[in-house]
């Protein structure tokens, strides 16, 4: 029994090493710290000034997490600057069924001048769950040589980073339309 134990989750692990070939997503490296690190410059109308696009980016971070307060680590408006630290589920496969393999956290920033906002995503740190263990910096699951009983670990961080840049990604996009949206001012009685 006690061998059963140790046995079947470990089983679980190799299974899902031996995921569908998948190959490694083009994630966004920095070229001086070798950090994963998704930024844009974003230019808008000049009409819009600093304070509109940090009130927009307020409004965006309470309808982008469901805890805004407690994601929200530094928030100044004089500077124009929101900085907040967040975390995606991740899985991973194994028969066909993909299975809670704990979270990826990642620090979100924001920076708004007249005219235009700049978003920085990264710190990217895997957490693991149950027993997964945790994997650290998501940079070290790049092309790793890091292996368990023969098999490679790569295939299934390959899994994670895909499900990280979708998401980032996904994310991103949801900003960037928020920010960009064109509010209408109406002065109805309601």
Known sequence: MKTLLIVLPTLLVITSFAQSKTESPQLPIDELTKLINYTEIVQLDTSFTKNDLYLRGREWFAKAYSSSKNVIQLDEKESGKIVAKALMP???????????????????TISFKDGRYKYEVSNFYHTGQNSIPDYGFCEAMINTTRKTLGFSYQKTFDYY?????????NLIGNLKTSMNAITTSKNDDW
């Open 161 to 169: 980073l895909h499900q990280m840049d979708n998401n980032i990604n």
């Open 90 to 108: 991740v899985y991973h496969k194994s028969m066909g069924t993909n299975y809670p393999s704990g979270y990826i956290n990642y620090t979100i």
